[in-house]
């Protein structure tokens, strides 16, 4: 049995990517939730250089009048249909490029928020570093996978080449 999809990809790569999304829907729900009821209050330690309730309350925690925590959780909903299973076995490359470039997206936020969390707010958040992980680790994931993907036409071809070549052998 092969360990590939329609598109090359590995069959690992769809639950993977779904279960790194899932748990960054948890956390960036957990933040927004926090941040919208002030009942709920951050298990975090607020000592020191970690202090989650300082970085969640800073004026770096929202992006045009935007709670960091909602970008983040849309962030998040919006990658599911990027790993469903039916996309990753998608030949159609401007599904892996637009999976990448979500991904890079997502990657170029988590820049701009480790900045402002260690140069501007000088704090650190558990739960968003948690989210900034879980980010990295969905595109490091998505980049390798899409490195390994071969689209089946390619693989056809190549076998193709290899039956007219035996044939003009014999």
């Known amino acids: 049995m092969s360990s590939t999809r329609q598109s090359g990809a590995p069959v690992w790569a769809a639950p993977a990517c779904l279960v790194l999304t899932a748990i960054g829907i948890g956390i960036a729900t957990y933040l927004t939730i926090a941040h919208y009821d002030t009942h709920v209050s951050l298990v975090c330690s607020a000592k020191g250089a970690i202090d989650c309730e300082a970085v969640t309350t800073s004026a770096q925690s929202k992006v045009f009048g935007i709670p960091v925590a909602v970008l983040g959780l849309a962030y998040f909903v919006g990658m599911i249909p990027w ?47 948690g989210v ?34 035996e044939e003009a052998e014999n």
């Open 83 to 129: 790993h469903l299973p039916i996309a990753w076995r998608s030949a159609d490359p401007r599904i892996r490029f637009g999976r990448l470039i979500y991904g890079l997206s997502g990657i170029g936020f988590v820049c701009y928020l480790v900045y402002a969390e260690a140069v501007i707010i000088k704090k650190i958040c558990l739960w968003c570093t």
């Open 132 to 165: 900034h992980i879980v980010t990295l680790l969905i595109f490091v994931v998505t980049v390798f996978a899409t490195a390994l993907a071969i689209p089946t036409d390619v693989v056809d071809d190549d076998e193709a080449d290899d039956d007219e070549l």
